[in-house]
């Protein structure tokens, strides 16, 4: 099949795609792509299709992103008049969100709220919830899924604060940490939160750290070992009492949480001291060395897997560092 041939289309005949989860477009990253523009022209055709009302097609000469919002902002605001362009048909509204995370897939990812607010259009139209089927069709990886999802779980106020102009704006960070401590809260119905309220809890928290109190989203994670621990120990009492006093007092931290004998601190020990071993040991073996050993290979193998699918439980997100021209 031949590739579409480009044209070059009038500015004010273009118009942005109304399902494109990229809502936030920051100044640093819009200014290097002007200067781009500016110096070596649109180098990468945008994609559009033919604008259609009510499924009768308008004039012919107006059309609809499908790929290339930011170039085709930045080439606005700097008065070119005309851009080029690959013209497609019209999408179903489907495939219009699908193929917006594929193009996402290879380029810098979006903030991760606008993504979770167009997996919700796309849950909504598909009926699938599923993490591993939503993952095959977005192409977004299952951990990513599942944090869009726990960000979807806070109210809107909330995820406002995650559209908010990079000034102002709350990292998704902070509210996927959380989650470890206000799943368990709410699933459980744990007294402290329960009186207070999910929203009056969450600004507790969100006020901790905003004023330093909590210094860093990872403490979440301290708070919900301590959880886990006190389960084990039958000792969730013990918890909901410091939990309680946690949210009562404004100045109190996580890490002034004290309930002995209930961490993975053993366990991580172990971990850090054999882990560090192991690495050695694999960066002193040849390659080849390895292959020529079915049995190391197959530990390896098994070890890998287990690894990745621990850090995707952990929620903690795959680097992604593909530059982004969208």
């Known amino acids: 099949m031949l590739p579409a041939p480009v044209k070059y289309i009038p500015i004010r005949n273009i118009a942005p795609n109304p399902h494109n989860p990229r809502r936030l477009f920051d100044k640093g990253p819009m200014a290097i792509l002007r200067e781009s523009i500016t110096n070596l022209g649109i180098l990468v055709p945008v994609t559009v299709y033919p604008s259609k009302v009510g499924g009768i097609e ?6 609809v992103l499908l790929d290339g919002e930011r170039r085709w902002r930045c080439a606005a605001v700097l008065k070119i008049k005309e851009i080029p362009a690959v013209i497609v048909e019209q999408p179903s509204e489907e495939t219009n969100i699908l193929t917006m995370f594929h193009i996402h897939n290879v380029r810098e990812g979006w903030q991760l709220m606008p993504t979770a607010l167009k997996l919700q259009t796309l849950m909504g139209i598909l009926k699938v919830r599923n ?5 095959e069709l977005t192409k977004l990886r299952v951990g990513q899924i599942r944090r869009c ?20 704006r709350m990292k998704a960070d902070f509210f996927i940490e959380l989650q470890r401590i206000r799943g368990p809260a709410i699933k459980e119905v744990f007294f402290p939160w329960h009186k207070r309220g999910d929203v009056k809890c ?3 928290f969100l006020s901790k750290y ?9 403490e979440f994670r301290k708070l919900s070992e301590i959880y886990r621990g006190c389960v084990r120990k039958s000792r969730v009492q013990d918890f909901l009492k410091q939990l309680e006093r946690l949210l009562r007092n404004p100045k109190m931290a996580i890490d002034d949480i004290d309930i002995p004998g209930v961490s993975f601190e053993r366990e991580f020990k172990e971990i850090r001291r054999s882990g560090r071993r192991l690495i050695r040991q ?21 070890l890998q897997k287990l690894i990745k699918t621990k850090l995707s439980e952990a929620l903690i997100p ?3 560092n593909a530059p982004s021209d969208s």
């Open 58 to 63: 308008a004039k012919r000469d107006k059309f």
């Open 131 to 135: 993490g591993r089927k939503l993952a």
């Open 149 to 168: 999802k726990i960000l979807l779980t806070f109210p809107k106020r909330f995820q406002n604060m995650m559209l908010a102009p990079p000034s102002e």
């Open 202 to 204: 969450i600004d507790i």
């Open 210 to 218: 905003l004023s330093g109190v909590i210094n860093a989203v990872t």
């Open 282 to 302: 694999i960066n002193s073996i040849d390659a080849e060395a390895i292959v020529s050993d079915e049995r190391v290979l197959e530990i390896l193998r098994k």
């Open 318 to 320: 795959e680097p992604k």
